[in-house]
């Protein structure tokens, strides 16, 4: 028998697509972008187009395990299930609640992961995360500019004339943006990207600005005293702004061509993007989630909101300053207190290092779902010694990762093909429902049934009873049933959120305490020259892997990308090995003319076991604001072998 099925994409990533499925005699031979999704339109990314080989692959984990003398022996999920509700309640008996961390990732952005939340807050309420790996900086920024953070719908950037990509590279992180942006060329706008990295994207904008990593807020600044000296502010500005005066006095500290110099930047780059903002608006501004991840990532995203407030960019169709859609906004999970209730939290960047130096009590057990912080958080080496010194670790996934190597005990879950749930999306405003396509394999569970497994042998059996589409009724009722979405709407087909406007701020009126932009007065930090570890290592997202996942297998040396000038004589193609302050991996070099000399690009998501991970060469840093993950400040260099 032949049957297609529908569902949305969980993976973490902007797009949230529509996906149909062919199954043939109960297996899935085909998967397709859902041409009915106004954003999938028909087409999925070069990752989710190959999870076929992930869905049944041989790697698959398809039974619990326990390691025992270092090796991982499959068994029952009784035994399994038995043995966690023990270790977990003694370790909670004898050390309080504050024992237990649990940490859970984006692997799936589905809303019912959260209930895994909620088990351990009833359970404890354990130790949670704080902070956020992905977008912390930026979330701050915005939160703190204008009082909370949400975006222009994504097709009001038909109604620009001016898009700036800033920090973005929109072809592989998020592809279904490219069809609106190509729509919005037809209708005559201009694309400008501002990215220290070339990539694909370039291709789409009819100008390329590559400013020195880290600097933005130097060109921002270049950009806003041309704003201020032309006149180019909007004539309310001082109505809608405070602290215009000082952010003028911030913007005029500097001439145009000693900002542009600290950006390295030409100052006619920065005369352009003025014009832009101001006489020929309306001009967008995309934010990028990488360009935060920064020591000075919040400050940054500051000036941008800043450039578009006193432009008069803020509040107009085809304008505004989007970084992140609310993905969560349209569902109730108020019912998880989440960090609140908490008895401590762990800095989500500095994983490894608070994980160490927790005590009273220290952190005994550590329960990681749906992540992979080995692999994919800062300074690997130092979360390796941090897991393997604690005495009960338990990693839910589908694979053998990096971090499940570590585990005492592994559960194995359902992937996005077998997940029902509920999804919003942060790249646009488009909701809908997971359904699953096929039964997972026989020994496969839902984060949910293992949730409930335990919650039933600890004593909150009744607290987390409900079947998946209870759990969703739960998430919709109280926003979306009012406004007419039911669950049963959402299995229909996705639908756009009622809650966001299509334009934002457009009484110019901000959920601030004082219901105006609160600009920036100050210049953020600075990430500073390093001599002796001369190029910013750049470890960016791949089209080939979502994050630690990569869609085939990956062998060999990572590829580091970096100008000719900055190899050292090292030839294309060979291999060198790659040093930061903390660590060194062999790689192998490919020259790119097109990048600056001061950046060695990586893959993320690299395996540790591969040495292909650049987050063992990665202090655990913050950013400036909002404890997200210096990322991108690295400093290394490349040594001939
Ligand atoms: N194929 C693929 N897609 C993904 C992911 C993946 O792993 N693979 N990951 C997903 C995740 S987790 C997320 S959060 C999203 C977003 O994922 P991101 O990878 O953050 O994507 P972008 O928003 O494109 O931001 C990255 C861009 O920011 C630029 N950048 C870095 N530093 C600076 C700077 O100082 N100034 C400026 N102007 N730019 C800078 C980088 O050069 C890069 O081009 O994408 C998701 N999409
Ligand atoms: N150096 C460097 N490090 C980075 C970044 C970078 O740009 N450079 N990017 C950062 C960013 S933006 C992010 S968001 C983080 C991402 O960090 P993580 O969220 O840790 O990333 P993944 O490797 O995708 O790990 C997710 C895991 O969840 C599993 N999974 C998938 N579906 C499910 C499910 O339904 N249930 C469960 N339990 N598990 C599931 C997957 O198999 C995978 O192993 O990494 C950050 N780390
Ligand atoms: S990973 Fe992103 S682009 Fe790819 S199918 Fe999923 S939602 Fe779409
Ligand atoms: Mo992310």
Redesign the pocket.
Same mark, same amino acid.
């Given at each position: 028998m032949i049957e297609t099925k529908k569902t949305l994409c969980n993976?973490?990533?902007? $797009?949230a697509c529509g996906i149909v499925a062919t199954i043939e005699d109960g297996r899935i031979t085909k998967i397709r972008g859902d041409k009915e999704h106004p954003i999938t339109r028909g087409f999925l990314?070069?990752?989710t187009s190959l999870f076929l080989s992930t869905q049944y692959s041989q790697e698959r984990l398809t039974s619990p395990l326990l390691r025992h003398n270092g090796e991982f022996h499959p068994i029952s999920w009784e035994e399994a299930l038995d043995l966690a509700a023990d270790r977990l309640t003694m370790i909670r008996n004898e050390s309080g609640p504050a024992a237990i961390f649990h940490y859970r990732s984006?692997g799936s952005l589905g809303l019912l992961k959260h209930l895994s939340d909620y088990f351990f807050e009833r359970f404890g309420p354990v130790t949670t995360k704080r902070g956020d790996i992905?977008?912390g900086g930026g979330d701050a920024a915005q939160t703190l500019d204008f009082g909370e953070e949400e975006s222009h719908d994504i097709f009001d950037l038909l109604n620009a004339k001016n898009i700036l990509?800033?920090?973005?590279? &929109?072809f592989?992180?998020? *592809?279904h943006t490219v069809p609106v942006l190509m729509d919005a060329k037809a209708k005559g706008a201009k694309l400008v990207l501002? $990215? *220290?990295?070339h !990539?694909k994207?370039a291709a789409l904008c009819e100008r390329f600005?590559q400013?020195? *990593?880290?600097?933005?807020f130097a060109?921002a600044m270049a950009v806003a005293r041309i704003l201020f000296e032309n006149n180019w502010i909007d004539p309310q500005a001082g109505s809608y702004c405070d602290h215009l005066d000082a952010f003028r006095g911030l913007a005029m500290c500097h001439s145009v061509e000693n900002w542009c110099q600290g950006a390295d930047v030409a100052p006619e780059s920065a005369h352009d993007l003025a014009r832009r903002l101001g006489p020929e608006k309306p001009t967008a501004i995309l &934010?990028?989630?990488?360009?935060g991840?920064?020591i000075n990532?919040a400050g940054?995203v500051r000036a941008l909101d800043a450039l578009c407030a006193i432009s008069g960019n803020i509040g107009i169709s085809g304008g505004g300053v989007s970084f992140y859609f609310k993905r969560r906004g349209a569902f109730d999970t108020s019912f998880i207190r989440g960090k609140e209730a908490a008895p401590r939290t762990v800095c989500e960047p500095l994983f490894g290092p608070e994980l160490l130096r927790l005590s009273d009590p220290p952190i005994r057990a550590v329960w990681v779902t749906a992540g992979n912080p080995v692999a994919m958080l800062p300074e690997s080496e130092t979360t390796i010694k941090a897991l393997s010194s604690r005495e009960f670790v338990v990693v839910v996934d589908s694979f053998l990762t990096d971090t499940a190597r570590l585990a005492h005990l592994v559960l194995p879950t359902t992937t996005l093909l077998e997940a029902d749930d509920l999804l919003g999306s %942060?790249?646009h405003h488009w909701i809908g429902v997971a359904r699953p396509v096929v039964a997972p394999p026989a020994g496969v569970k839902s984060d949910l049934e293992i949730t409930q497994e335990l919650a039933d042998r600890v004593g909150l059996g009744e607290v987390m009873a409900g079947s998946p589409s209870d759990w969703k009724r739960r998430f919709i009722a109280p926003k979306l049933e009012p406004r007419g979405l039911t669950l049963e709407t959402l299995e229909a087909g996705a639908a756009r959120n009622p809650l966001p406007k299509k334009v934002l701020f457009a009484d110019r009126k901000f959920p601030t305490a004082t219901r105006r932009v609160n600009l920036m007065t100050e210049a953020p930090p600075s990430a500073g020259d390093n001599l002796e570890y001369p190029l910013?290592m750049?470890s960016?997202?791949?089209?080939?892997?979502?994050?630690s !996942?990569w869609a085939t297998p990956q062998e060999g040396p990572a590829t580091v990308t970096v100008h000719p000038d900055a190899a050292r004589d090292i030839a294309d193609g060979s291999l060198c090995r790659m040093e930061s302050a903390i660590g060194s991996m062999m790689v192998r070099l490919r020259h790119d003319a097109r990048q600056r000399r001061d &950046?060695a690009?990586i893959p993320?998501?690299g395996h540790y076991k591969d040495g292909r991970c650049a987050n063992a060469l990665l202090r655990a840093r913050t950013t400036d604001l909002g404890e997200g993950g210096a990322l %991108?400040d690295e400093r290394v260099r490349l040594v001939r072998i």
């Open positions: 993976r973490d990533c902007p $797009d990314c070069y990752r984006g992905c977008s990509l800033w920090g973005k590279n &929109v592989t992180s998020s *592809p501002i $990215d *220290p990295a !990539h994207t600005i400013p020195r *990593p880290g600097s933005d060109l &934010v990028g989630w990488g360009m991840r920064r990532g940054m %942060y790249g910013f750049m960016l997202s791949t089209e080939k892997s979502q994050s !996942h &950046v690009i993320k998501g %991108y």
